[in-house]
């Protein structure tokens, strides 16, 4: 025990020694916070329409104020001409052009179908679908609106309607940084954990301090316990960092137990911790280390459903998700944090990291020698 | 003729470097390709299949037909028929569904005597956003079903939309992210990789070493960033040539100035590169700043995976002092707009601007030499 605590000393002293990396270690969590948590949002919205009305009617009119009253698009110029639109959407000055007939009116009067003309920038494709999307409900309300108002015109043709309504639960007010935050934070840390102790040994190996480690009377378990211990302590600050500021600046509801909560995060910084080890045990270089770790993460944070949900994979990524701690971690947090899932719901999710924790532990105590070839 | 010599003398030193590294090496030129196929194959937002429950108060013909079709689209998939409005929530808690649609008492007979009829959608709006793509789908296929038993009769005129997808006409999502992910690489490469080697130099104390030799510091410099700029390149390539033969993206006329504003972007990312190095005095930290001014500010703001103008007004702000940014405007142009000098000449010289700014500085903080 006492050879623990004389590597825990050492650990401790030379991350508070190191003038640059303390404030990166505290800054950091803050500002990723709140940059993911305004930045990371695929909302579709203030789309820049230049619109061409060669009708210039009360009609048309009337649906150019219907698209400025919605916030997903701005009415930013107009014109006369359907080159000007061409050009102005190649010039990125618009998102979509919309073309109005000339006959918008006349023919919606005498009942026959008009045809309104969108032209979308689709380089983005998620996008463009939805600016579609959008546009064809304001479209096809207006074109219920006209009929409803102009009942008279066609008595017979009057009939009921489908009324649908929707609940969201749990974000009532579809605040999307309440669903970015608990993923954020898994984020922070992971980044944490697995830099830090993907670095740290291979560090000592590369500055030729291991060898000193090496010939001291140190076990290899008490060893790896006094170098991660620090990591492990550092991470849990990070979040309980994180999970205040949540709280107090984007009040991120806490639905669930705040123990589960901390219960996962122990076992599963500790599964992140054993993966860094034993990428430090696998390379000689720090660089090597720090590639290495960077690859692994930019995978598993791509597939872990914090940004896109996993439903939407093709059935072989899914599959891959099933090996990822993030992915597991993320959808705990997700599930505690903001539905209130209790432990039972997420049972299935203690084992699976358990094993993990496990297997990325042994695997480091495995690979690492106290001697060298 | 001499000071050739040694500079060519650094530059394969360096190159050995890389070179004897495999597993660096490995990943610097896997990378790419697992980005892009991750970015072309996995990450997507569509939804497809999404798991729902259905809530039949009603169980009538009606009723099943309309769960026939939603269970025949692309988009849904009812995996739980639930019995009363109890179980909706321990559905959504253990995370098996995203939506329960609600069928009300008496639904066909509404339906038969032409009355009003409301049909309720709860969704898991812990994600908001695809709880509203899964509502939207959800009421389009409402209404193609409720107008197939009730307006069809009636012949009412409509305004139709005719919609011409510009640029990408098949929404497909590598377009958009082939672009980006150039740009991450070349940053990571010639950002991150500069500024952890020439830290590494220093925290081993040979920068010292180096610098007492008869070169000149920024011809050092010049000399350890050539076989970044040889590898980024041979990234871009890679990319290019896998969007174009995986995924049938067109391959630019204009390929000259393709690679040249991939140049200019590489020298860009090689100045911050240079600019982090001369701050961090050992790996650690390079790495660590790297991240955090480099990378994530690129990843995040540059309109690469999400949407600049959602974004609140200060970060629009910051936006524009990312150099990535104007990259991807500008390749994005050149690529899937077949745009020339004409059209991309603002951005690039709002690019070049940036990266003369940064240039100048990190000489200028390079020249103050070791302390």
Redesign the interface.
């Known amino acids: 025990m006492r050879r623990i605590r004389f590597i825990l000393e050492k650990e401790f002293r030379q991350i508070l020694r190191?003038k640059?990396?303390l404030p990166?270690l505290f800054i950091?969590p803050v500002?990723?916070l709140f940059?993911?948590s305004?930045?990371?949002?695929?909302?579709?919205?203030?789309?820049?329409v230049h619109v061409v009305d060669y009708d210039v009617s009360s009609l048309s009119k009337k649906l150019l104020n219907k698209l400025h009253g919605s916030d997903y698009f701005i009415l930013s110029s107009r014109s006369h001409d359907t080159e000007k639109a061409?050009f102005n959407?190649?010039?990125?000055i618009a998102d979509i052009g919309l073309i109005i007939p000339n006959n918008f009116s006349e023919?919606?009067y005498s009942?026959?179908?008009?045809?309104?003309?969108?032209?979308?920038?689709?380089?983005?494709?998620?996008?463009?679908?939805?600016a579609?999307?959008y546009?064809?409900?304001i479209?096809?309300d207006?074109?219920k609106e006209f009929?409803s108002d102009n009942i008279t015109v066609q008595p017979t043709?009057q009939?009921?309607?489908?009324?649908?309504?929707?609940?969201?639960?749990?974000?009532?007010y579809?605040?999307?940084k309440?669903?970015m935050v608990p993923g954020i934070l898994v984020l922070l840390v992971t980044?944490i954990a697995m830099?830090l102790s993907s670095?740290n040994i291979v560090?000592e190996k590369e500055i030729g301090t291991a060898e000193q480690l090496n010939v001291t009377t140190i076990r290899k378990p008490e060893f790896i316990i006094g170098k991660l211990l620090p990591f492990w302590i550092l991470a849990l600050l990070e979040l309980s960092i994180g999970l205040l500021l949540g709280w107090l600046i984007f009040d991120v509801p806490i639905r669930g137990s705040i123990g589960l909560v901390y219960l996962f995060a122990m076992l599963y910084i500790i599964t992140v911790l054993g993966l860094g080890m034993f990428v430090s045990t696998i390379?000689d270089?720090?660089?090597?280390a720090?590639?290495?770790s960077?690859?692994l993460l930019?995978?598993f944070i791509?597939?872990s459903g914090l940004?896109?949900?996993i439903?939407?994979?093709?059935e072989w990524?899914r599959v891959i998700t099933k090996f990822n701690p993030i992915a597991y971690f993320v959808?705990f947090m997700?599930?505690v944090m903001?539905?209130?899932?209790?432990s039972e719901?997420v049972t299935h999710l203690f084992i699976s990291i358990g094993i993990y924790a496990l297997l990325t532990n042994s695997l480091a105590i495995l690979n690492y020698r106290k001697t060298t070839k | 003729m001499y000071n050739l010599k040694t500079f060519f003398n650094i530059v394969k030193k360096e190159m050995q470097h890389i070179l004897r590294d495999h597993r660096t090496l490995f990943i610097l030129l896997g990378m790419p390709i697992v980005l892009v196929i991750l970015f072309g194959f996995a990450i997507t937002n569509e939804i497809k299949d999404a798991e729902i429950g259905f809530l039949d108060k009603s169980n009538d013909v009606f009723s099943l037909q309309l769960r026939e079709k939603i269970n025949a689209s692309n988009y849904f998939n009812i995996n739980t028929v639930l019995q009363n409005e109890r179980n909706i929530e321990e559905g959504f808690k253990r995370g098996e569904i995203k939506m329960v649609v609600v069928v009300p008492n008496n639904f066909g007979k509404q339906l038969q005597r032409n009355e009003d009829v409301s049909i309720q959608l709860i969704a898991d709006a812990s994600d908001p956003n695809s709880a509203n793509t899964v509502i939207g789908y959800m009421s389009a296929i409402l209404r193609e079903f409720h107008m197939k038993n009730i307006i069809e009769r009636m012949q009412m005129p409509a305004i139709s939309t005719q919609v011409r997808m510009l640029y990408n006409p098949h929404l497909d999502s590598t377009f958009y992210f082939v672009p980006g992910v150039i740009t991450i690489i070349l940053m990571l490469v010639s950002a991150m990789m500069t500024s952890i080697t020439i830290a590494r130099e220093k925290e081993f104390g040979n920068m010292e070493i180096l610098l007492v030799s008869p070169l000149k510091p920024s011809i050092i410099i010049f000399g350890k960033t050539i076989p970044y700029i040889m590898l980024s390149l041979l990234n871009a390539v890679t990319i290019l040539l896998i969007g174009y033969f995986v995924f049938q993206m067109p391959l630019s006329s204009k390929m000259w100035l393709l690679i040249l504003e991939v140049i200019l972007f590489i020298i860009t990312s090689l100045s911050l590169g240079i600019l982090i190095s001369t701050v961090a005095n050992n790996q650690q930290t390079a790495l660590m700043i790297s991240l955090m001014a480099l990378l994530l500010p690129t990843i995040l703001l540059s309109g690469f995976i999400f949407p600049i103008e959602s974004m609140p007004k200060l970060l629009q702000w910051v936006s524009h002092i990312i150099p990535a940014k104007w990259f991807i405007i500008i390749i994005k142009d050149i690529m899937l707009k077949e745009a020339g000098v004409a059209i991309v000449w603002e951005e690039t010289l709002v690019l070049i601007g940036i990266t003369i700014f940064f240039l100048i500085l990190s000489i200028k903080k390079f020249s103050i030499r070791l302390s």
């Open positions: 190191n640059l990396m990166i950091m500002v990723q940059l993911l305004y930045a990371a949002n695929f909302e579709v919205k203030n789309l820049k061409y959407l190649d010039q990125n023919n919606l009942g026959e179908t008009v045809e309104v003309q969108l032209l979308i920038n689709a380089i983005n494709g998620t996008k463009a679908a939805l579609n999307n546009m064809q409900n479209v096809s207006f074109g009929h043709k009939f009921k309607g489908l009324k649908i309504s929707h609940r969201h639960w749990f974000n009532k579809e605040d999307y309440i669903f980044m830099f670095i560090r390379t270089r720090q660089q090597q720090m590639f290495i960077w690859f930019v995978i791509l597939m940004f896109t949900p439903e939407s994979m093709p990524a959808q997700r599930m903001l539905k209130g899932s209790s719901h």
